[in-house]
Nanobody
Framework: QVQLVESGGGLVQAGGSLRLSCKAS????????MAWFRQAPGKEREFVAA????????DYSDSVKGRFTISRDNPQNTVYLQMNSLETEDTAVYYC??????????????????WGQGTQVTVSS
């Protein structure tokens, strides 16, 4: 059974940067699509970014495009989310997720069958 563990969250001022990591155990991520979602208090879980197993394909929500970068290190079984130019609206719990393929419906949480426990990101003004 796969376990995904996020880390790297914290408190940062607006305009700052954070790098989130998602370390997998129990399954090699090399053949899986990986994604980041986030959920702010009182809101639905929201797609942030996704990356295919081959890293040839990535997808970003409009709200983070140009500021966030998703990457993966398959030998390290780890996925990253580099977040630059952070805004207060980026405050949320960030989750990584795993899917069997880079689905066309990759922005839907239901496309993913494994999830981490989340890491809190708080951006202050």
């Amino acid at each position: 059974q796969v376990q995904l563990v996020e880390s790297g969250g914290g408190l940062v001022q607006a305009g700052g940067s954070l790098r989130l990591s998602c370390k997998a155990s129990g399954r090699f991520i090399a053949s899986y699509a990986m994604a980041w979602f986030r959920q702010a208090p009182g809101k639905e879980r929201e797609f942030v970014a996704a990356i295919s197993w081959s890293v040839e394909n990535t997808d970003y929500s409009d709200s983070v495009k140009g500021r966030f970068t998703i990457s993966r290190d398959n030998p390290q079984n780890t996925v990253y989310l580099q977040m630059n130019s952070l805004e207060t609206e980026d405050t949320a719990v960030y989750y990584c997720a795993m899917a069997p393929t880079f689905y066309q419906a990759r922005r839907a949480p239901s496309s993913y069958d494994s999830w981490g426990q989340g890491t809190q990101v708080t951006v202050s003004s």
